[in-house]
């Protein structure tokens, strides 16, 4: 495997925002704090009764039949489509919590999207196991007898993650005591998904969102009255942990922490954002995604659209992934407790466009459709970034080498007509003006993979007012 958890370079282009006046966050990035507001664009059908928690299940070859997969605490599980119309209902299995999803879990002979339900109703403190069939859309269920069954007291939240080291696969499973289980999931030999308890950690309190970092091995728990934790995701990392954010003075959240969500990008400048949802104020805070997790924004999602805004959100989500016209360039989708001005008890789901939140930061945040969680999982995936991506000849690139897999050798095209063979982190000098293409091949003892960002990097006279626009590439 090739893995670099090191120092992140700085874009040197945002240097010119000091001339702004703009905060200077240790790690490098600019950003004006902020609170804004946008509105959602589309709402999933509503439901008496509280959902909870949303899942984004990105369909393998037509990104707009992707779908929104959501709890229904007395009911079971909901698929939506991107528009919101229900596309299954499973009521059969028992009301679910929480909900999380990871493609290409061996299953059987097969590759599998799975999804994972926290299960606190009947059968009661269970894991739900479904995978996701692709040809119908349908989940069905591959659940293991006798299911999982946590030793907390009630199975409250759940997260999933994929070893970067190892590529196994793991859920997390939080509960009301404060205790965080770690259990490692497979085949059980029949075609169905077991378990096994590799750690437990004590975080304190009620503790229910949660999420893992499948890149850089960190782990997310959200102690609703207390604030966000940060551990490592290996089942041997142990108990030490970081505070990211508090509920408390000079913290940014207000109790109940609840959901977390992570924006991947494939670049080193900006790696992307961890969100979380602020229930006690109906609002959702962003930090970088880089240690030491910063903070950069808090928004609402307000009415708009012919649309409500949201109220105590639990369980949130976001991709950056195309998924059609109505959401070229990724969504946020949160929980809305009270869906008005009909709400009979209802509740539902509000999908807003990732375009429309960029925006409301200085500078705006990255938009980044190159990185694809379907690769995540499987054995051999060719994937790269670099420290800066333009600026003025000659421009000097640090490219690092995020494939994963048992890698043999590794081929650099860097668009010029240099190339490397380096397997470590190639640094290239471009000379001229243009736009190169980028591509990078690794090969295995098994298998190979190859990927390519046509016009990745752009060397030429630096032109200030595109500035907002560069960044936000």
């Known amino acids: 495997m090739v893995k670099n958890k090191g120092q992140v370079q700085f874009h040197p282009v945002l240097a010119v925002i000091l001339l702004a006046g703009l905060i200077l966050i240790p790690t490098g990035a600019f ?38 997969i959501g709890t229904l605490k007395g009911t079971g599980l909901a698929a939506y489509n991107m528009n919101g119309t229900l596309v299954q209902l499973v009521s059969q299995d028992g009301g679910m919590n929480n909900v999380d999803l990871r493609y290409n879990f061996p299953l059987g002979n097969q590759r599998i999207d799975l999804v994972v339900a926290a299960n606190r109703f009947s059968p009661i403190n269970t894991l739900a196991m479904y995978r996701v069939n692709p040809n119908t859309r349908k989940l069905e269920n591959v659940t293991a007898i006798p299911p999982i069954t946590p030793t907390v007291s009630e199975v409250y939240g759940t997260c999933m993650y994929v070893s970067p080291d190892t590529n196994k696969y793991y859920a997390f499973i939080t509960s009301k005591e404060g205790l965080v289980e770690q259990w490692e999931l497979f085949d059980n030999g029949a075609g169905k998904v077991t378990g096994a308890l590799k750690r437990t950690i004590d975080v304190g309190s009620q503790t229910e969102g949660c999420v893992a970092d499948d890149v850089s091995g960190d782990f997310y728990a959200a102690e609703e009255d207390v604030g966000i934790w940060k551990y490592g995701a290996e089942p041997g990392d142990g108990s030490a942990r970081t505070a990211v954010d508090s509920t408390g003075p000079g913290g940014h959240l207000t109790a109940d922490v609840e959901g977390l969500a992570i924006y991947y990008t494939n670049k080193n400048s900006d790696p992307g954002y961890l969100l979380a949802s602020s229930q006690g104020a109906s609002e959702y805070v962003i930090y970088e995604r880089r240690s030491p997790n910063n903070y950069i924004a808090t928004f609402d999602i307000v009415p708009g659209n012919g649309i409500d805004g949201t109220f105590r959100t639990d369980g949130i989500d976001v991709t950056n992934v195309f998924l059609g016209p109505a959401f070229s360039q990724g969504v946020f989708i949160a929980h809305d407790g009270e869906d008005e001005p009909d709400d009979d008890g209802e509740t539902n789901f509000k999908l807003v466009p990732w375009s429309n939140i960029v925006t409301g930061t200085t500078p705006p945040l990255t938009i980044d459709t190159s990185w694809d969680p379907r690769l995540v999982g499987r054995e051999m995936v060719a994937n790269f970034a670099a420290n800066v991506t333009c600026g003025p000849a000659p421009l000097t690139v640090n490219f690092t080498n995020l494939s994963t897999g048992e890698i043999d050798k590794c081929l650099w095209l860097f668009g010029d007509g240099g190339h490397s063979a380096s397997c470590d982190n190639p640094t290239h000098t471009y000379t001229e003006d243009g736009r190169y293409t980028v591509s990078l091949a690794v090969i295995g003892p098994a298998s190979d993979d190859f990927t390519s960002r046509p016009g990745y990097i752009e060397v030429g006279d630096f032109d200030t007012t595109r500035l907002p626009l560069i960044l936000a590439q």
């Open 31 to 68: 950003y004006a704090l902020a609170n804004f507001s946008v509105s959602a664009t589309v709402e999933t059908q509503a439901f008496a009764g509280d959902h909870d928690d949303p899942a984004i299940w990105i369909h393998p070859s037509i990104p707009a039949q992707s779908m929104v």
